[in-house]
């Protein structure tokens, strides 16, 4: 199949994810909704259903939402309830909210108050303690609720093989993500900023296995082209979300192209493989456990700023020219760990610009303006 | 040899402005409307700087639009750039020695870093319109004054009024219950003028301040918030008679830049 028409289907599918829930729907399956971050979305897979990603909306307003939601609640989460209760995903069979942010702790009480009526809704505590025995221990009990929670949904126990197999399905999925992601660099004349956030986009609302079927195929044919002389100029990206196209064709009128990126509903997602284990509920939490460079994650090495030298080195290793920092509004973690990522990025010499950014921009002027600015400075770097 | 005309159009939010160069260092004409993206503004600056220098579009050898409404001019124009870049290149023009550029426009504040012409570095504020000329515009409205009588009111202040700067609505809210307090209005005056230069001056130390500080675009004028700045700041800041006009000329002087190379 050709690389045109690959995309097209993966752009088909990042755009109209209700459509894909009603496809699954037609096809008798149950889907479950899935938060950020870090939820173990094999377990649904293993239980036979299909998990569907909620990062919010580049098109919904918020509206019902606000009777749940402090103002300074980023647009992601208050989006995500918005769909979930203005009848945008009401065919879900249940939803999973994790708690890992200061935001989603307290809106997984709002989702069960405002949701519990429709639809069973799973609670999820990962343990920032992750690493020791008890904290391996905590993510399993975790891990063992959602499990049951699942069960009882898909109406049928999942045994340690099913979640094994999950492991693997997964494990291929993220591997292929990861070779995109460099191809994409590499042939960033065909997988522009666009096309390349919606490909990684359509992961979160198809089912794992033929995704990564189709993801292979699109990997295969970038692989017979040849690198290309890239003349513009190439950044990494960073933040919770990119994926509002008309913010990404920015990038291209200006020819910039994304060479790597510390997205969190991108790369981030798909960093950390899960090891092979007989207890398949352990690899998960050994997976979790793996988790690195994360800016909501307890890092005891934390002083010395390993994180922000991480992404520092990513703009370097990757033949980025410098860094374009998407900052979620208001998101406190992320805007907290800022003065450090600039350290490091000011000591590493690599330029970045900061944007502020919600789900519910719909005028990019001025973003327009950085980036075609930023555009002239990297050029001057180069 | 040929003379080589260049334009350069500045689209602002609320002023279009033109500069016409000759052999990008003779400034042959000028025209400021003080309406800008989305009106009429733009194509009367473009006819009246023609008008001024007695020469046709045809004429042109170059076009160059910039500011916010610059994608505006794709037709006219014979390439766009952000007037960040623009206001570098006009300010390194001016002032040969400059290494800060601060341009406060209608919408939005931006603090450049000037590294031998070349804009190296940059910040621009968020969303939110505290410190830039909308400001001044809301304020003054308020204080029922003319924006362009706000450096010599504020002058005449004796007292100290601190002012919010962290929220147009909030500081508006602010000015209102000073004036029913009977504050005097020169004092509130100079209260806006160094909440202004507060904001702006935390922009420009995220960028890092460095001699010379030139300051650009309309609010410059208002010779209340240059003082401010240079009490916050500690540094001299300079401007220039063709303040407003400084986008327009970094954009003129980037099309003689492109003729001159295609040369």
Known sequence: MSIEILLNEFKTVAENPAKQLADFKAAGKKVIGVLPYYAPEELVY??????????????????????????????????????LLDGTMDQLDGVITPTICDTLRPMSQNFRVALSHKLPVIFLAHPQNRFADYGLKFTM????????????????????????????????????????????????????????????????????????????????????LPVCDWKGTKVVTSGIVCDNPKLLAIFEENNIAIAADDVAQETRAFRVDAPENADAMMSLALQFAAQDYEVLLYDKFSSQNRRGEFVANLVKESGAQGLVLFMQQFCDPEEMEYPSLKKALDDAGVAHIKLGVDQQMRDFGQARTAIQAFGDVLEMRK | MKDIYTLGIDVGSTASKCVMLKNGTEIVAKSLIGVGAGTSGPQRAIDEVL?????????????????????????????????????????????????????????????????????????????????????????????????????????????????SSTCTVFAES?????????????DIINGIHRSVASRVVGLARRVGVQDQVVMTGGVAQNTGIVHALEEELGHTVHTSPLTQYNGALGAALFGWEKCSREQ
């Open chain 2, 174 to 186: 602010e000015v209102i219950s000073q004036l029913a307090m009977a504050t005097d209005k020169c």
């Open chain 1, 46 to 83: 293993a239980a036979g259903m299909v998990p569907m990603g909620i990062w919010g909306s580049n098109t919904k307003t918020i509206s019902m939402a606000k009777e749940y939601c402090a103002t300074f609640y980023c647009t992601i989460a208050q989006l995500a309830l918005e769909m």
């Open chain 2, 51 to 163: 008008a001024a220098a007695g020469k046709t579009k045809e004429e042109m050898d170059y076009i160059l639009a910039t500011g916010y409404g610059r994608n505006s001019l794709l037709e006219i124009a014979d390439k766009q750039m952000s007037e960040l870049s623009c206001h570098a290149r006009g300010a390194y023009f001016l002032f040969p020695e400059v290494h800060t550029v601060i341009d406060i426009g209608g919408q939005d504040v931006k603090v450049l870093h000037i590294d031998q012409g070349m804009m190296t570095n940059f910040q621009m504020n968020d969303k939110c319109a505290a410190g830039t000329g909308r400001f001044l515009d809301v304020m003054a409205r308020v204080l029922e004054v003319k924006v362009s009588d706000l450096a010599e009111l504020g002058a005449k202040s004796t007292k100290e009024v601190g002012i």
């Open chain 1, 141 to 224: 009990d975790q891990y063992g609720n959602v499990r049951k929670e699942l069960e009882k949904i898909a109406g049928k126990e999942m045994t340690n093989e099913d979640i094994q197999n999950a492991i693997r399905v997964y494990n291929a999925s993220r591997a292929a993500r990861r070779k995109f992601v460099k191809l994409a660099s590499d042939h960033c004349d065909v997988i522009t900023a666009t096309k390349r956030s919606a490909v990684l986009k359509a992961s979160w609302f198809m089912l794992k296995d033929e995704y990564t079927e189709k993801l292979e195929a699109l990997n295969a044919e970038l692989e017979k």
